[in-house]
Protein backbone atom coordinates (compact mmCIF):
# COMPACT_ATOMS: atom_id res chain seq x y z
CA UNK A 1 0.00 0.00 0.00
CA UNK A 2 1.70 3.17 -1.40
CA UNK A 3 1.95 6.05 1.33
CA UNK A 4 -1.10 7.91 -0.11
CA UNK A 5 -3.35 5.16 0.13
CA UNK A 6 -2.22 4.32 3.45
CA UNK A 7 -2.96 8.05 4.84
CA UNK A 8 -6.67 7.98 3.46
CA UNK A 9 -7.08 4.52 4.96
CA UNK A 10 -6.31 5.91 8.26
CA UNK A 11 -8.26 8.84 7.62
CA UNK A 12 -11.27 6.52 7.80
CA UNK A 13 -10.75 5.62 11.38
CA UNK A 14 -11.23 8.57 12.88
CA UNK A 15 -13.17 7.75 16.49
CA UNK A 16 -11.64 4.99 18.19
CA UNK A 17 -15.19 3.41 18.06
CA UNK A 18 -14.36 3.09 14.31
CA UNK A 19 -10.69 1.90 14.70
CA UNK A 20 -12.47 -0.85 17.04
CA UNK A 21 -15.34 -2.19 14.81
CA UNK A 22 -12.49 -2.51 12.23
CA UNK A 23 -10.38 -4.30 14.76
CA UNK A 24 -13.53 -6.93 15.68
CA UNK A 25 -14.47 -7.31 11.91
CA UNK A 26 -10.25 -8.51 11.40
CA UNK A 27 -10.42 -10.83 14.04
CA UNK A 28 -13.54 -12.09 12.63
CA UNK A 29 -12.63 -12.68 9.15
CA UNK A 30 -12.77 -16.23 8.81
CA UNK A 31 -15.93 -16.22 10.80
CA UNK A 32 -17.88 -14.44 7.90
CA UNK A 33 -15.86 -16.28 5.51
CA UNK A 34 -17.12 -19.63 6.92
CA UNK A 35 -20.58 -17.73 6.40
CA UNK A 36 -20.92 -16.94 2.90
CA UNK A 37 -19.09 -19.98 2.33
CA UNK A 38 -22.25 -22.17 4.10
CA UNK A 39 -24.96 -19.44 2.38
CA UNK A 40 -23.40 -20.54 -0.84
CA UNK A 41 -23.63 -24.02 -0.24
CA UNK A 42 -26.80 -24.06 1.04
CA UNK A 43 -28.44 -22.49 -1.46
CA UNK A 44 -26.55 -25.07 -3.97
CA UNK A 45 -27.83 -27.76 -2.49
CA UNK A 46 -31.34 -26.77 -2.07
CA UNK A 47 -31.14 -25.96 -5.74
CA UNK A 48 -30.05 -29.11 -6.62
CA UNK A 49 -32.38 -30.80 -4.21
CA UNK A 50 -35.16 -29.03 -6.49
CA UNK A 51 -33.30 -29.73 -10.05
CA UNK A 52 -30.84 -32.02 -9.61
CA UNK A 53 -29.84 -35.05 -11.95
CA UNK A 54 -31.62 -38.05 -11.72
CA UNK A 55 -28.04 -40.02 -11.70
CA UNK A 56 -26.45 -37.95 -9.16
CA UNK A 57 -26.10 -37.49 -5.72
CA UNK A 58 -24.60 -34.50 -3.69
CA UNK A 59 -22.23 -34.26 -0.82
CA UNK A 60 -21.05 -31.06 1.11
CA UNK A 61 -18.59 -30.10 3.79
CA UNK A 62 -17.17 -27.23 5.35
CA UNK A 63 -14.97 -26.46 2.16
CA UNK A 64 -16.18 -28.68 -0.49
CA UNK A 65 -19.16 -30.01 -2.36
CA UNK A 66 -19.18 -33.31 -4.10
CA UNK A 67 -21.40 -34.71 -7.24
CA UNK A 68 -20.87 -38.35 -7.39
CA UNK A 69 -22.78 -41.15 -9.13
CA UNK A 70 -25.78 -42.16 -7.27
CA UNK A 71 -25.98 -45.50 -5.88
CA UNK A 72 -21.77 -45.20 -5.93
CA UNK A 73 -19.73 -44.46 -3.17
CA UNK A 74 -17.90 -40.89 -2.64
CA UNK A 75 -15.22 -42.75 -3.00
CA UNK A 76 -14.86 -43.14 -6.66
CA UNK A 77 -15.17 -40.47 -9.46
CA UNK A 78 -16.38 -37.46 -8.24
CA UNK A 79 -17.16 -33.73 -9.15
CA UNK A 80 -15.38 -31.13 -6.78
CA UNK A 81 -16.44 -27.91 -6.44
CA UNK A 82 -13.60 -26.37 -3.47
CA UNK A 83 -13.66 -22.98 -2.83
CA UNK A 84 -13.27 -21.25 -6.00
CA UNK A 85 -12.16 -24.21 -8.33
CA UNK A 86 -13.91 -27.14 -9.99
CA UNK A 87 -12.11 -30.42 -10.72
CA UNK A 88 -12.94 -33.77 -11.80
CA UNK A 89 -11.16 -36.53 -9.77
CA UNK A 90 -11.03 -40.13 -8.16
CA UNK A 91 -10.40 -41.46 -4.77
CA UNK A 92 -9.58 -44.65 -3.05
CA UNK A 93 -12.17 -46.76 -4.14
CA UNK A 94 -11.02 -47.04 -7.65
CA UNK A 95 -7.68 -48.34 -9.07
CA UNK A 96 -5.27 -46.00 -10.34
CA UNK A 97 -3.51 -47.80 -12.39
CA UNK A 98 -6.52 -48.93 -14.36
CA UNK A 99 -7.59 -45.24 -14.05
CA UNK A 100 -4.25 -43.90 -15.57
CA UNK A 101 -5.03 -46.51 -18.65
CA UNK A 102 -8.17 -44.71 -18.95
CA UNK A 103 -7.24 -41.25 -18.97
CA UNK A 104 -4.99 -42.32 -22.23
CA UNK A 105 -8.37 -43.73 -23.88
CA UNK A 106 -9.62 -40.51 -26.62
CA UNK A 107 -13.17 -40.78 -24.96
CA UNK A 108 -11.76 -39.16 -21.46
CA UNK A 109 -11.75 -36.09 -24.00
CA UNK A 110 -15.02 -35.71 -23.44
CA UNK A 111 -15.15 -35.12 -19.99
CA UNK A 112 -12.22 -32.86 -20.55
CA UNK A 113 -13.95 -30.58 -23.00
CA UNK A 114 -16.43 -29.69 -20.54
CA UNK A 115 -14.67 -27.22 -18.77
CA UNK A 116 -13.87 -23.89 -20.70
CA UNK A 117 -10.51 -23.89 -20.28
CA UNK A 118 -8.83 -27.50 -18.42
CA UNK A 119 -5.64 -25.99 -16.21
CA UNK A 120 -4.48 -29.12 -15.45
CA UNK A 121 -3.05 -30.15 -12.08
CA UNK A 122 -0.14 -32.03 -10.68
CA UNK A 123 -2.28 -33.52 -8.50
CA UNK A 124 -2.14 -37.50 -9.72
CA UNK A 125 -5.77 -38.28 -8.97
CA UNK A 126 -7.18 -35.09 -10.56
CA UNK A 127 -8.52 -35.74 -14.00
CA UNK A 128 -9.32 -32.18 -14.97
CA UNK A 129 -9.44 -29.15 -13.12
CA UNK A 130 -10.45 -25.14 -13.68
CA UNK A 131 -9.59 -22.29 -11.38
CA UNK A 132 -11.05 -19.18 -10.48
CA UNK A 133 -13.52 -19.27 -13.56
CA UNK A 134 -16.86 -17.63 -13.26
CA UNK A 135 -18.88 -14.74 -15.05
CA UNK A 136 -18.03 -12.16 -12.27
CA UNK A 137 -14.37 -11.47 -14.12
CA UNK A 138 -11.58 -12.75 -15.22
CA UNK A 139 -9.66 -15.28 -12.84
CA UNK A 140 -11.07 -13.10 -9.64
CA UNK A 141 -9.33 -13.57 -6.72
CA UNK A 142 -10.26 -16.11 -3.59
CA UNK A 143 -10.86 -13.05 -1.66
CA UNK A 144 -13.01 -11.27 -4.05
CA UNK A 145 -15.03 -15.08 -5.36
CA UNK A 146 -15.08 -15.48 -1.48
CA UNK A 147 -17.32 -11.82 -1.30
CA UNK A 148 -19.35 -13.30 -4.34
CA UNK A 149 -20.29 -16.23 -2.45
CA UNK A 150 -21.87 -14.35 0.30
CA UNK A 151 -23.53 -11.60 -1.92
CA UNK A 152 -24.18 -12.89 -5.00
CA UNK A 153 -25.08 -16.10 -3.97
CA UNK A 154 -27.53 -17.27 -6.41
CA UNK A 155 -26.24 -15.96 -9.33
CA UNK A 156 -22.35 -17.84 -8.39
CA UNK A 157 -24.87 -21.38 -7.62
CA UNK A 158 -26.23 -21.00 -10.72
CA UNK A 159 -23.25 -20.75 -12.66
CA UNK A 160 -21.50 -23.37 -10.46
CA UNK A 161 -24.46 -25.68 -11.24
CA UNK A 162 -24.08 -24.57 -14.79
CA UNK A 163 -20.52 -26.11 -14.73
CA UNK A 164 -21.57 -29.22 -13.03
CA UNK A 165 -24.02 -29.82 -15.52
CA UNK A 166 -21.77 -29.74 -18.19
CA UNK A 167 -20.18 -33.73 -16.74
CA UNK A 168 -23.95 -34.91 -16.41
CA UNK A 169 -24.97 -35.31 -19.74
CA UNK A 170 -26.01 -38.83 -20.85
CA UNK A 171 -22.45 -39.58 -22.42
CA UNK A 172 -20.53 -38.34 -19.49
CA UNK A 173 -22.83 -40.08 -16.96
CA UNK A 174 -22.43 -42.94 -18.89
CA UNK A 175 -18.07 -42.85 -19.41
CA UNK A 176 -18.39 -41.68 -14.98
CA UNK A 177 -20.23 -45.13 -14.88
CA UNK A 178 -18.42 -47.58 -17.22
CA UNK A 179 -14.44 -46.02 -15.51
CA UNK A 180 -16.07 -46.86 -11.84
CA UNK A 181 -17.00 -50.43 -13.22
CA UNK A 182 -14.30 -51.09 -14.87
CA UNK A 183 -11.63 -49.34 -11.90
CA UNK A 184 -12.96 -50.31 -8.73
CA UNK A 185 -10.69 -52.03 -6.59
CA UNK A 186 -13.05 -54.51 -5.49
CA UNK A 187 -15.86 -55.61 -8.12
CA UNK A 188 -19.34 -55.28 -6.95
Not at 24 to 34: A, D, G, S, V
Not at 91 to 104: A, R
Request: net charge negative.
Amino acid sequence: MNDELLKKAAELFDTPDKWNAFCELCRRKCEIENYWWRKLHQKIVQLEKENGMPDWDICVNDENIWWYIKGENDDTLLINFWKEDTRVYYEDGLNSNEVKKYLKNPKIEAIKNCFDRNEGSDEKEVICLEKHNSSFGDKVSEQTFLWFSGNKTEELADQIIAKVRKFQTPEITALFKEIIKNCRKTRR
